[in-house]
């Protein structure tokens, strides 16, 4: 190909290009035209915290931006989150009283049970309510399941308990139930509990994939929480993608309705795995050390927050998630790009 020579006398195509993806980057409407992933608001879930026996909100330190609410201003953020379109809350609830035995997770009237029946009978049409399934709230260790003698999670009296508050938090209202303690079989347990109990038609989101992270650090604060030792026994390895496929394909065969990867953000490579593996919906959970982050490098104007948000968010979509539980639900509900 001879290359033409317009009269200015520089060569119009050197190089003979035929080829020239910049060709769709020129404009604002050429790039919205050939976008591939888009976040809309009905797919991200606001996870939100409720503290028993306080009158004010509490800021959480290490995420700027998050409180713990109570029972009022809980109601009021729920309203938020629906009247921005976000598709989902996930509730934590922070008892007064912590025991070995999380105790407070199966009481009908604790911080959680009551916060699920205010937002569902207030917002419970416009998004799907949902709680997590984990005693690490109520315990005072700070363990996802009740210790055994050796101080290990006992995998099969922990069951129990999360068959139990399942069937709790789906008579308080619960529209998904999502148990995040990484024990051997938990789907299957809590889908037999709840069917028992008459909720065969709650549905189960398995936090599936869920490591062994230094990212969920906030998160303890948020839920006042002193782990003692970590959680090696029953959270993956995050060298392991392979456990990821095994764990998801076990939850999948109990019986989950969806499944979940978490943290999020240095495992895109597993989400992207696991939606070649299973067809049920994949979520994926930003977690409070992802976005503290985001948070604290934007504070000090390393980054731009609001691009650096949704560049985010719009990854996660693009590894596979179809729902991403994040912090920055209602806010963003509004702010991503049409
Ligand atoms: C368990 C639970 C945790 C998170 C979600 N569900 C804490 C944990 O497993 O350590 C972490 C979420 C986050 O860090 O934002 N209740």
Redesign the pocket.
Same mark, same amino acid.
């Given at each position: 190909m001879t290359p033409h020579t317009p009269s200015t006398g520089r060569p119009a195509n050197p190089l003979g290009l035929v080829h020239r993806p910049r060709r769709l980057r020129r404009s604002p409407a050429m790039r919205r035209l050939v976008v591939e992933t888009r976040v809309h608001a009905h797919n991200l879930v606001q %996870?939100l915290f409720v503290r028993e026996g306080i009158s004010a909100p509490q800021q959480v330190n290490s !995420?700027p931006g998050v409180v713990q609410h109570t029972r009022d201003s809980l109601r009021k953020a729920a309203h938020e989150a629906a009247a921005a379109g976000v598709g989902g809350l996930?509730l934590?609830g922070i008892p007064e009283e912590k025991d070995a035995l999380g105790t407070g997770a199966l009481d009908p009237d604790g911080i959680l049970q009551q916060a699920v029946r205010d937002v569902v009978s207030e917002v419970g049409d416009a998004l799907v309510v949902m709680t =997590?399934?984990? *005693? =690490? $709230?109520y315990t005072d260790h700070?363990h996802?399941g009740v210790l055994d003698a050796s101080g290990d999670v006992d995998n099969d009296a922990s069951l129990v308990k999360f068959g139990e508050m399942a069937v709790v938090q789906a008579q308080a209202g619960s529209q998904l139930v999502?148990p995040? /303690? !990484?024990m051997d079989g938990q789907i299957g347990y809590m889908r037999s509990a709840l069917d028992a109990a008459g909720f065969p038609h709650i549905p189960i989101m398995g936090?599936s994939a869920?490591y062994a992270?230094s990212? #969920? /650090? %906030?998160?303890?604060e948020?839920?006042n &929480?002193s *782990?003692k030792g970590n959680?090696k026994t029953y959270?993956q390895n995050p060298g392991n993608a392979r456990e990821s496929l095994h764990e998801v394909a076990l939850d999948a065969a109990e019986g989950a309705d969806m499944v979940m990867v978490? %943290?999020i953000t240095t495992y895109l490579d597993v989400v992207s795995a696991i939606t070649e593996l299973v067809n049920v919906p994949v979520a994926a959970?930003?977690? &409070?050390? $992802?976005?503290a982050m985001v948070e604290a490098a934007a504070a000090r104007g390393w980054i731009d927050r609001e691009s650096a948000v949704v560049e985010t968010l719009t990854s996660i979509r693009r590894a596979g998630a179809s729902i991403i *539980?994040t #912090?920055w639900a209602t806010e963003f509900a509004t702010k991503l790009p049409a």
């Open positions: %996870p !995420m996930m934590f =997590d399934v984990n *005693l =690490d $709230e700070g996802s999502a995040s /303690g !990484m936090y869920k992270s990212f #969920y /650090g %906030p998160f303890r948020a839920v &929480s *782990l959680r959270q978490k %943290p959970y930003h977690v &409070s050390g $992802e976005y *539980l #912090y």
